[in-house]
């Protein structure tokens, strides 16, 4: 994968599943000179393509997966975005999703006259950590989920490596924290409600990243051939202690007439996981972030507009 304004003819970009990070990766993939951008989703669209080519595509039903084998035909060489999420919070819905579907979409490109034309690039989760006690994880840590719906993840993730090593399909894992944003504020929500207390237990440590970065990171990976066959971890620089971030949060954006409440309970408190995890690798290659922690990110959602 190379710069597309250093190639003749544009890079085409297909994305499956142009959601809530899937359609800001399309975006961004315009907007750096990948043409055409295909993006599809499940339900119709209520948008103006504003340069992209959106439509309605289904990879779990038989024309789905039909449908997709038009679209890929007639290119030469592409990058194949998957950015599909579960429709549920079971188990199955994870499978569902990242292991059924995504083989479906490597067995499309295993058919392909030359599969290696398509690069793939799975947007997974830092979930496939399983470490739960504060400690750093990068893109090496073998600790990797067996249970829930990580494993199916990591089964997916496994899927995409096979694929790159029996059918030579160039293929990228980005590895996403958190994501959030304009339209994603639901903890800075809780914050300013007062309903988000400190916990006053051990430390618990949070990875995320705003998603415009998060976009960008996935364009990024596109660009640049060093990302090939490569896990990389989609997190800001800035791993934090999860009162830290509540206490920023509260101190920029809280109402002065709530107190900031406190609770040794914790399941009083919603959080995931305990980790910290490393974006070393994504800057030693390049990568610079717009908003390298929370505290960037969340003051342009204050700059944006508390109702954004």
């Known amino acids: 994968m190379t710069n597309p304004h250093s190639m003749p003819t544009p890079i085409p970009m297909?994305?499956?599943?142009?959601?809530?990070?899937?359609?800001?990766?399309a975006r961004e993939a315009f907007l750096a000179g990948f043409s055409p951008v295909f993006a599809f989703k499940r339900s119709p669209w209520h948008l103006e393509p504003q340069g992209l080519t959106l439509g309605s595509l289904d990879i779990f039903k038989d024309e789905g997966l039909d449908q997709l084998t038009s679209i890929l035909a007639p290119l030469g060489r592409a990058i194949l975005v998957y950015a599909l999420s579960p429709d549920g919070g079971g188990e199955s819905a994870y499978q569902k999703t990242y292991l059924h579907g995504l083989c479906s979409v490597i067995d499309i490109?295993?058919?392909?006259?030359?599969p290696g034309r398509f690069s793939m690039i799975l947007t997974s989760s830092t979930s496939v950590y399983a470490e739960g006690h504060g400690s750093w994880v990068d893109e090496t840590s073998q600790n990797l989920a067996t249970t829930g719906g990580s494993q199916w993840i990591v089964a997916g993730e496994k899927a995409l490596m096979d694929a790159g090593t029996k059918a030579h399909i160039p293929w990228t894992i980005l590895r996403y924290g958190g994501l959030y944003g304009p339209g994603r504020r639901s903890l800075l929500d809780r914050v300013i409600q007062s309903v988000e207390p400190i916990y006053k237990g051990p430390p618990l440590y949070s990875n995320r990243i705003h998603v415009d970065d998060g976009a960008?990171?996935?364009?990024?990976?596109?660009?640049?051939?060093?990302c090939l066959n490569q896990i990389l971890n989609g997190v800001d620089t800035a791993a934090a202690d999860r009162n830290q971030v509540i206490q920023f949060l509260w101190e920029t954006f809280g109402t002065p007439t709530l107190a900031l409440g406190e609770t040794d309970r914790?399941?009083?408190?919603?959080?995931?996981?305990?980790?910290?995890?490393?974006?070393?690798?994504?800057?030693?290659?390049?990568?610079k972030f717009r908003y390298p922690s929370y505290r960037e990110g969340y003051l342009t959602l204050a700059s944006q507009g508390l109702g954004s």
């Open 109 to 114: 490109l295993k058919k392909q006259s030359d």
């Open 216 to 226: 960008r990171l996935a364009v990024f990976a596109a660009s640049h051939g060093s």
């Open 14 to 25: 297909v994305i499956l599943g142009a959601g809530y990070l899937g359609l800001r990766i």
């Open 266 to 287: 914790i399941e009083l408190i919603r959080h995931r996981g305990n980790k910290r995890v490393s974006s070393a690798k994504v800057s030693r290659l390049g990568f």
